[in-house]
């Protein structure tokens, strides 16, 4: 059976409008966003197809083969210190994140498209985030309603917790 999946491209019609950014929900009251250039692709993956390993930190799913690479694969929510994705859930949508030569899964709850904005509208996230998630930003983002984190790729992919033996 062939999985769902969605290959992330950028027309050239959209430059000068801010650079690309892949929305997340974390949930409800958390919007997120990775910048495209750190994004490969977003999957939509049945829970069967990602192979638990024991003795991982609780943020770790397990593995995943796809087109013959394999994955690790992190509830990115748990990572940051939310609540994790549901137990009754049967498929994940996973962002398949690239730092350097590194790849990483990130199980979300929900991919909302592709945002534009410049850089230079990012604010430091010191004071308005909780000091245990600031280490994996790049700043945030004030909206109408809510706050959006601008994820650090980097940081999640070289994050501590994911490189304890």
């Known amino acids: 059976m062939k999985q769902p999946t969605l290959e992330i491209q950028t027309s050239p019609l959209q430059e000068g409008l801010g650079d690309p950014y892949l929305r997340l929900r974390l949930s409800d009251s958390v919007p ?92 430091s996230p010191i004071g308005t985030v909780a000091p245990n998630i600031a280490p994996y930003l790049r700043g945030c983002l004030p909206e109408e309603q809510e706050i959006l984190l601008v994820l650090d790729p980097d940081a999640i992919v070289n994050a501590s917790v994911l490189h304890r033996t």
């Open 32 to 123: 997120t966003a990775i910048p495209m250039e750190a994004a490969r692709e977003v999957l939509v993956v049945p829970v069967e197809q990602i192979t638990p390993i024991p003795n991982m930190p609780n943020c770790v799913l397990g593995l995943l083969n796809q087109r013959s690479r394999v994955f690790w694969v992190v509830d990115l929510s748990i990572m940051l210190g939310y609540a994790g994705l549901t137990a009754n859930i049967r498929q994940f949508n996973i962002v398949i994140l690239q730092s350097g030569e590194t790849p990483l899964g990130l199980a979300v709850p929900a991919v909302q498209g592709v945002t534009r904005f410049s850089v230079d509208v990012i604010q």
